[in-house]
T-cell receptor, first 116, second 115 residues
Framework: AQKVTQAQTEISVVEKEDVTLDCVYE???????LFWYKQPPSGELVFLIR??????QNEISGRYSWNFQKSTSSFNFTITASQVVDSAVYFC?????????????FGQGTRLTINP | DVKVTQSSRYLVKRTGEKVFLECVQD?????MFWYRQDPGLGLRLIYF???????EKGDIPEGYSVSREKKERFSLILESASTNQTSMYLC??????????????FGEGSRLTVL
């Protein structure tokens, strides 16, 4: 069975600090996809990134970066020079790569608070 | 601009009432999903649909049913609401053509309180 674990329930940092959100996953599939979503206070989840299991290159998008390591089944998310607008709940998710509509399995979420 | 619209942001119902949560998407997506979000549990899948009139159970379907009569609309039904169904309900959709690689588009959520 698939499982996603975000061990950090809440994180609070001061603005401009770097912060890393951890994500560990379990799956028996050799082909799968990993996602990160952001849920701001408004409630609507916003897609941030998708990675497939064959691509272990790290990715950087502005202040955001993602570190995917199959050896440790981790897909961690780092925000550099955090800003108050980064305050949100962040979810890591995993999807099988099979035909048909497969479900996304989400982690418990990490509530990130950036203090001014 | 893509849009997933949930009919009600906040609902208060009494135990035993029948509850309908409506979700409409304007992106012509094949796949639609209903999740519930609870503190410490993340998002858990209730039901999903990959085509009109097609549905599959998710991880926690007990106490719920769904209806997909039209491609753009996916309804979640609580036949007899109970207090343990007090939660935030999130609808999402995704194109089916890209299989599982496509991102989910979410609505703003419906916060249901059952008294």
């Amino acid at each position: 069975a698939q499982k996603v674990t975000q061990a950090q329930t809440e994180i609070s940092v001061v603005e401009k600090e770097d912060v890393t959100l951890d994500c560990v996953y379990e799956t028996r599939d050799t082909t799968y996809y990993l996602f990160w979503y952001k849920q701001p206070p408004s409630g609507e989840l916003v897609f941030l990134i998708r990675r497939n299991s064959f691509d272990e290159q790290n990715e950087i998008s502005g202040r955001y970066s993602w570190n995917f390591q199959k050896s440790t089944s981790s897909f961690n998310f780092t925000i550099t020079a955090s800003q108050v607008v980064d305050s949100a709940v962040y979810f890591c998710a995993l999807s099988e790569a099979r035909r048909g509509a497969q479900k996304l399995v989400f982690g418990q979420g990490t509530r990130l608070t950036i203090n001014p | 601009d893509v849009k997933v619209t949930q009919s009600s942001r906040y609902l208060v119902k009494r135990t035993g009432e029948k509850v309908f949560l409506e979700c409409v998407q304007d992106m012509d997506h094949e796949n639609m999903f209903w999740y519930r979000q609870d503190p410490g549990l993340g998002l858990r899948l209730i039901y999903f649909s990959y085509d009109v009139k097609m549905k599959e159970k998710g991880d926690i379907p007990e106490g719920y049913s769904v209806s997909r009569e039209k491609k753009e609309r996916f309804s979640l039904i609580l036949e007899s609401a109970s207090t343990n169904q007090t939660s935030m309900y999130l609808c999402a959709s995704r194109t089916g053509t890209s299989g599982n690689t496509g991102e989910l588009f979410f609505g703003e959520g419906s916060r249901l309180t059952v008294l």
